[in-house]
């Protein structure tokens, strides 16, 4: 795959660890990735609009601002380290895979600990890798089929979105299709 294809591609990488999101960036840059860094889950679930859309009860103007972020930031693929303060790369994942409008996002843990059963727990979870810190290079190459996995079922989802509005228009007469489209400002391409 060309490195124009590749630069669509946005990771967003969560780590507490100043050097460990400086090396993990420029990998990923080094790929061609765009990239964005938070040092925790709390600042990761902030960023993808899920923290405000736990708190939808309590204020509906950040509802609407969750909304209006989800529409403009697009996430890839998220790589976060397992130990952090506050919550955990685990505890990031469970919530991501949770959401319904983030659970088909991979999900890749890392670690500096080589530990099995914190490895098959996040992969039980949901975890599509798990490395073992210092990442490298070759690591950040593996990314890549979950990359075109998540993009596959994006392309799914918008073919299934498409399918389900032919159907309506089907069922809905072509004159109050005109008018609602006039007075919305709808516009198809066909």
Do not use: W
């Not at 993990?24 to 860094?37: D, N």
């Not at 670690?111 to 992969?123: A, F, T, W, Y």
């Not at 070759?138 to 079922?153: C, E």
């Not at 073919?159 to 006039?182: D, F």
Request: hydrophobic share 35%; glycine share 4%.
């Amino acid at each position: 795959m060309n490195m124009a294809t590749e630069t669509q591609f946005h990771v967003l990488a969560v780590d507490d660890s100043i050097i460990d999101r400086k090396l993990i960036e420029r990998l990923l840059k080094t790929s061609s990735y765009q990239v964005t860094t938070v040092d925790s889950g709390s600042k990761a679930l902030e960023f993808l609009g899920l923290q405000e859309a736990d708190q939808r009860n309590s204020n509906s103007l950040s509802a609407a601002s969750t909304d209006h972020h989800h529409q403009e930031i697009q996430v890839n693929l998220i790589i976060t380290d397992y130990c952090m303060p506050g919550m955990t790369g685990y505890d990031l994942l469970k919530k991501i895979k949770e959401s319904s409008c983030l659970k088909d996002i991979p999900v890749v843990i890392m670690s500096s600990e080589n530990e099995p059963s914190r490895i098959n727990r996040c992969l039980e979870e949901g975890a599509e890798e798990f490395f073992l810190k210092p990442v490298k290079l070759s690591d950040v190459k593996r990314l890549q089929p979950h990359l075109l996995k998540g993009k596959s079922r994006e392309q799914q989802q918008l073919q299934t979105i498409s399918k389900k509005r032919k159907a309506i228009e089907e069922v809905i007469s072509p004159e109050l299709l005109t008018r609602a489209r006039y007075c919305t400002g709808l516009t198809t391409v066909v």
